[in-house]
C-alpha cells in the first residue's frame, strides 16, 4: 500500500519546479524513483497479473452457467464487477499447468514404479531358474532381443 508523503519543498528532478503533489504540474514526471529493488518488481508483477480478489465470485459462475450473459455485459461497458478476460485466462492457464505438471509428475512417478517391479520380477523369475552362465548369459540375450 501506498504510504502518503509530503513533498513540499521538494523540486521536479526534470524542470526544477517547486512540487505539489507525487507528479509535476508543469512537465508530469513522477516523483517515485524507477530504481527499485528486485523483490519490488516481482511483487508489482504478481500484483497486475494475478490480483484476483472478490470479483472472481461474480465472474466465475456467470461464465460458467451464462457465458452469454457475461460477454453482453462486456461489450456494454459494464466490466468494474468482473474480472479482466485476459487476467482471468492468464491465471486459469497458469492453474492449469501447475495442475497438469503435478498430475503427470505423480503419473510418470506410478508408472516408474510399475516398471521397476515389473522388471524386478520378471528378471527374478527368469534368471532363478538358469543353472549356469550360459543359460543367465542366454536368457539376457532373449531379453534384450
Do not use: W
Request: aromatic share 10%; glycine share 6%; hydrophobic share 40%.
Amino acid at each position: 500500500m501506498k504510504e502518503l508523503t509530503i513533498h513540499k519543498g521538494a523540486l521536479c528532478a526534470n524542470c526544477q519546479t517547486p512540487l505539489e503533489g507525487e507528479y509535476c504540474h508543469h512537465c508530469g514526471q513522477s516523483v517515485h524513483s524507477v530504481l527499485r529493488p528486485v523483490h519490488g518488481l516481482f511483487e508489482e508483477f504478481f500484483e497486475t497479473f494475478l490480483h484476483v480478489d472478490g470479483r472472481i465470485l461474480h465472474t466465475l459462475p456467470a461464465l460458467f452457467l451464462k457465458p452469454g450473459f457475461l460477454t453482453l455485459e462486456y461489450f456494454s461497458g459494464r466490466r468494474v464487477r468482473y474480472i479482466a478476460p485476459f487476467r482471468l485466462m492468464f491465471v486459469l492457464c497458469l492453474l492449469s499447468f501447475f495442475a497438469l505438471h503435478l498430475a503427470t509428475d505423480v503419473i510418470a512417478h506410478r508408472v516408474q514404479q510399475r516398471h521397476q517391479h515389473a522388471v524386478l520380477v520378471d528378471q527374478g523369475e527368469d534368471f532363478s531358474q538358469a543353472q549356469t552362465a550360459k543359460q543367465v548369459q542366454h536368457q539376457l540375450d532373449r531379453k534384450l532381443a
